[in-house]
């Protein structure tokens, strides 16, 4: 099985077009070692040329562009297979509408963020005008196949508020684990985590590869930084540092790669040289960029 994150960071991307933050500084002058990095999405396969998309962001056609196995062979037929989506976020999902040139859309979304995206978003209303969107209810604990690979998606709590409907039931936000079926190897992607419950927490066990939330270091990064009134668990997010972070949660399990996704702009472990990003890689734990690429081994 095959990981390639095909984007690392949270919503708006870093640099973000309209921050002026110390991260998005220095990435923009050069001024310290860091990379720019798209908006989050990973594509998984279980061989190399069968690929699926999770989630599709706003940067999809540039994503697909710097991968050459996601691009088109005869005419127009493409290896992409299916589009799963973790949550209805636009930032996860308006890379639907850029993918309307295609003969179909095979999409795979809980009933929560199939509403949203039809009665809220409108996104799944327009798209359909362009071409057919066939839909597979994920429900999660229920095994899916696709042929080499399977997933079961797990449900991950959240109190975010709702733009679309208030409510706060199962999957408004999930993660997915991902199973080779020929090895057993297995895989969890999870770019939004509020809390690390013990269900959560039971999802990674047994786990070869882990990529999950890093978006913000600080729990009031942004109220620090004087962007925003509201902390990463309001935005539907676990900090990483500091006494229950995901770092002090996750540093210790007994996972061979545990990689941050999801990460924002604002966030210090996007520098090279900071202290952040040296304690995060001194407790066994990676920062994603854009084009690292995962095979997930055989345990």
């Known amino acids: ?112 963020t199939h509403a949203t995206l039809t009665a809220g978003t409108g996104v799944l ?32 709590p959240t109190g975010k508020h709702d733009r679309f409907g208030g409510g706060t039931g199962e999957g408004r936000v999930v993660g997915y684990r991902f199973t080779d079926e020929a090895t057993g190897a297995a895989a969890v992607y999870l770019p939004g985590v509020q809390e690390l419950t013990p269900a959560v927490l039971a999802e990674l066990e047994g786990v070869d590869c882990l990529l999950v939330d890093g978006t913000c270091w600080h729990d009031d990064e942004m109220i620090r930084l004087g962007l925003a009134a509201k902390t990463a668990h309001g935005m539907g997010h676990l900090a990483v540092g500091g006494p229950g972070g995901s770092l002090e949660q996750l540093a210790g399990l007994p996972i061979a790669r545990r990689i941050y996704v999801h990460i924002n702009n604002t966030n210090p472990m996007l520098l090279e040289d900071s202290p952040e990003r040296r304690h995060v890689e001194r407790c066994g734990m990676e920062v994603a960029h854009d084009g690292l690429e995962v095979e997930v081994p055989a345990r």
């Open 1 to 112: 099985m095959r990981v390639r994150v095909l984007g690392s960071a949270a919503g708006g991307g870093y640099p973000q077009w309209n921050c002026s933050c110390p991260t998005c500084r220095a990435v923009r002058e050069g001024t310290r070692p860091a990379r720019a990095r798209t908006q989050s999405s990973i594509a998984v396969s279980p061989d190399g040329e069968r690929w699926f998309l999770v989630n599709a962001s706003p940067d999809v056609r540039a994503q697909v562009e710097a991968f050459p196995r996601l691009h088109p062979g005869a005419g127009r037929a493409t290896p992409l297979e299916a589009v799963l989506l973790t949550d209805a976020e636009l930032d996860h999902t308006l890379g639907l509408l850029l993918l309307r040139e295609g003969r179909g859309i095979e999409l795979h979304a809980t009933a929560a």
């Open 125 to 156: 209303t327009t798209l359909e005008r362009y071409c057919p969107v066939g839909w597979t209810p994920v429900v999660p604990g229920k095994e899916v196949s696709l042929g080499g690979i399977s997933y079961q998606a797990f449900d991950a």
